[in-house]
């Protein structure tokens, strides 16, 4: 009988191994660390976090292993539907409608026996989280009572969103909690025939759609462009709840007010036809259809009338094709105008002015942008009017309020929460023009600021 020792030994010879030299080894090591200086010294065992470039069967099984996993957390979802959860409520329904506390425990018990799951989503927190009157605010927890009503849309929304972050997790390749544009528009699409506004999307005009209404989740929830976004910001603002809703239902007072040309006829970003207005815009001032806009085309933009030494500014600064802006880099444009007292459009505008990169904004930067805006001014309102620059500047500084008289720093424009000075001042003498319009005409222009992080 032959020997284990033999057995291994014959393997051994048949299978040999053949073991990487030192120096293959260095260059595959060296090919997943990130580039350091001479003097900075990075140990071996250094993990900047899973390899950025694995091979495609590795990819491959990296994300089988990570869907299976998730698939398990997912199913027992399924065998109590949000329905089903419905169902049990009413079932526990006094004649009153009135939920109290006990009511509340027993709900709890009989989802629980149907799928123990819901012990990590639905807990007694759920219940002191409901939506409290002013009169039932100060009663102890005993005594507090609930409409049905406010009992199932609460757990609704609870397990809805445990079961769309589960989802949105499955298009997190890497696992970090993390998703790219390139994920969030493939989750749009596979869910995509669930929606009749989405389904009946025209194919051609399908990846112009995607890209307006994604951009403003990455615009808002990643003003400082890192092209990622956060799971969990993405599920607490109300983006894609306006993405998915029926386009007529009331917008979401969260989404913020529009500004600019787009706010005389739509009250939310994501509206189709709101959509369809800014394609058609791009579309039309693409007057060579190469699908691009020069300086030329930008300038003779409908509705705008941007001054050349912003739309010079703003070709140095965003990416470009052979010096052209492309229709993602409209959208994000078009963003800055329509929200312009959010942190996004500060962040925007500050690195467009701030061309040369200094970190701050001088006053010889701000006259700059206001002596082009002078002429553009003077040539809509006659001579019956006279606009002085430095009086002008002045009002940019006083309504910043910087740390410093002498120049204007991104921080100071998010603190006080004035990108719209910038904006209106700067850039476009039509928008200074309706600012001034509304101001003279009584209008509030505290407007509802979009969800951000």
């Not at 350091?36 to 900047?48: H, K, M």
């Not at 298009?171 to 790219?180: A, P, Q, S």
């Not at 309504?399 to 700067?426: A, C, E, H, Q, Y």
């Amino acid at each position: 009988m032959t020997s284990l020792g033999a057995m291994l030994k014959e393997f051994a010879e048949r299978h040999p191994i053949i073991e990487p030299t030192y120096a293959e080894m260095q260059k595959q090591i060296s090919a997943f660390l990130p580039p350091i200086s001479p003097s900075v010294s990075v140990p071996l065992f250094s993990n900047p976090g899973l390899l950025s470039s694995r091979d495609d069967l590795q990819d491959t099984f990296y994300r089988i292993s990570r869907t299976a996993t998730l698939r398990k957390v997912y199913e027992p979802l399924q065998l109590c539907t949000i329905n089903d959860l419905i169902t049990i409520v009413d079932t526990h329904t006094p004649a009153d409608q009135l939920i109290d506390y006990r009511i509340f425990r027993r709900i709890l018990a009989d989802i629980y026996q149907r799928s123990p799951i819901y012990k990590n989503i639905l807990t007694v927190k759920t219940f002191l989280a409901l939506p409290r009157t002013k009169d039932v605010a100060a009663y102890p927890i005993k005594t507090l009572k609930f409409h049905s009503d406010v009992v199932k849309l609460s757990i609704v929304r609870i397990v809805s969103s445990a079961q769309t972050r589960i989802t949105l997790t499955t298009c997190d390749v890497d696992g970090k909690g993390f998703l790219l544009e390139s994920d969030v528009e493939n989750y749009i699409l596979d869910i995509s025939h669930l929606y009749p506004h989405l389904q009946d999307c025209d194919e051609v005009f399908r990846p112009f759609y995607l890209c307006t209404i994604i951009k403003p989740l990455f615009f808002f929830l990643d003003p400082y462009h890192r092209k990622r976004i956060a799971i969990s910001d993405l599920l607490i603002s109300p983006y894609l709840d306006q993405i998915f809703a029926n386009p007529s239902d009331q917008p979401q007072e969260a989404l913020g007010t529009l500004q600019g040309p787009l706010a005389q006829r739509y009250l939310t970003w994501f509206h189709p036809d709101a959509v369809m207005d800014l394609y058609t815009s791009y579309i039309s001032a693409d007057t060579d259809q190469d699908g691009l806009l020069s300086d030329k085309e930008l300038a003779a933009l409908a509705k705008y009338k941007f001054t050349s030494r912003f739309i010079k500014a703003l070709l140095l600064t965003i990416q470009t094709f052979n010096g052209k802006m492309d229709y993602r880099g409209f959208i994000d444009l078009m963003l800055c105008v329509s929200f312009p007292r959010s942190k996004a459009a500060a962040v925007y505008i500050f690195k467009i002015l701030d061309f040369n990169c200094k970190g701050h904004l001088t006053r010889d930067d701000v006259l700059y942008f206001l002596q082009e805006m002078v002429d553009g001014l003077q040539g809509y309102c006659g001579e019956g009017v006279k606009f002085n620059v430095d009086d002008l500047c002045d009002e940019v500084f006083d309504s910043i309020s910087p740390k410093s008289n002498s120049m204007v720093t991104l921080s100071d424009i998010i603190s006080s929460r004035s990108g719209d000075i910038l904006i209106t001042f700067l850039i476009d003498p039509l928008l200074f023009i309706e600012k001034e319009l509304q101001l003279q005409q009584g209008h509030v222009m505290m407007r509802p600021l979009p969800f951000e992080v």
